[in-house]
């Protein structure tokens, strides 16, 4: 048996460590926006697996990714070895985009989030990705982060939204446009 508990009870007072051992309270920004980050990380872990297992070793990369973006969020002053977002990460998520766009139809209008199970899950995490990044920008505003954890995260709805679209193309599901 351990003698290691999942509780510490440090955070019971409201306050929890940064990477860098500083104290900040639970509703700080820079909490705000690496929890909204985890939050997506959950979601797309609903996701898998969708049935397509290119489309799984992709998301599956993004958890991953989305591991830095939390550890570089929660770092107010990084060590050059410390993880960070790379410009790399971003090129990476634009590649996927590229190629997988080839696989469908041109977008002429916007599209009603849903479609099957995978779809509709990827166009929930897409929305709470928008989240994390709106919170990442607040964040920005007051204290300093690296601004390509803003860029991934909106290269990275994209991203969502293209696979939303591919899940939905490859189980025959229809996309809907809004009327207005």
């Given at each position: ?5 999942i509780?510490?009870g440090?955070?019971?007072d409201?306050e929890?460590?940064?990477?860098d ?5 639970k ?5 705000e ?6 939050e997506?990380n ?10 397509h297992d ?6 599956s990369?993004?958890?991953?990714h ?6 570089d969020?929660?770092n ?14 971003v090129?990476r998520?634009?590649g996927?985009?590229d190629?997988?766009d080839e696989e469908l ?23 709470v ?6 919170r990442s920008?607040?964040?920005?505003r007051?204290e ?6 803003v860029?991934y995260?909106?290269r990275l709805?994209?991203?969502l939204?293209t696979l939303a679209?591919?899940a939905?193309a490859r189980d025959g599901e ?5 009327s207005?």
């Amino acid at each position: 048996m351990s003698d290691v508990t999942i509780y510490t009870g440090r955070g019971d007072d409201g306050e929890t460590d940064l990477r860098d051992m500083s104290r900040v309270s639970k509703s700080s920004a820079r909490i705000e926006a690496y929890g909204t980050v985890d939050e997506a990380n959950a979601l797309i872990g609903t996701v898998r697996p969708t049935g397509h297992d290119d489309l799984d070793d992709l998301l599956s990369t993004v958890q991953n990714h989305l591991h830095v973006v939390q550890a570089d969020l929660a770092n107010p002053d990084p060590d050059p070895e410390d993880p960070r977002v790379e410009p790399d990460h971003v090129d990476r998520l634009e590649g996927r985009i590229d190629a997988l766009d080839e696989e469908l139809e041109p977008l002429r209008s916007f599209v009603l989030p849903g479609g099957g199970t995978a779809g509709a899950r990827l166009h929930h995490a897409r929305t709470v990705v928008r989240r994390a990044e709106r919170r990442s920008v607040e964040l920005a505003r007051s204290e300093p982060i690296n601004e390509t954890v803003v860029v991934y995260l909106n290269r990275l709805s994209d991203l969502l939204f293209t696979l939303a679209r591919v899940a939905n193309a490859r189980d025959g599901e229809p996309e809907e446009s809004p009327s207005y």
